[in-house]
């Protein structure tokens, strides 16, 4: 199966059908360049200080450590 478009009435394209294994290999795809940009990051800033610490970060989202546990276990 290909990718099907659905058009509007002057042919613009407004969605698309896309098979559900290419869908699949797309999201994998994905997923393996995030670790990969996210790898990146944590070497860029592996010996730098941190710009926020733990405890202020759970501070301004109104959470504590205590709060931490809790949703871990």
């Not at 394209?13 to 869908?23: D, G, L, N, Y």
């Not at 710009?51 to 301004?60: G, R, S």
């Amino acid at each position: 199966m290909e990718i099907q478009f659905i058009t509007d009435a002057q042919g613009k394209k407004t969605a698309a059908i896309v098979p559900f294994e290419e869908r699949e290999r797309t999201e994998a795809a994905k997923e393996i360049l995030e670790h990969v940009y996210l790898h990146g990051i944590i070497k860029e800033r592996k010996n730098k200080k941190p710009t926020v610490n733990l405890d202020d970060l759970l501070t301004a989202e109104g959470m504590t450590r205590a709060d931490l546990e809790k949703r871990g276990g």
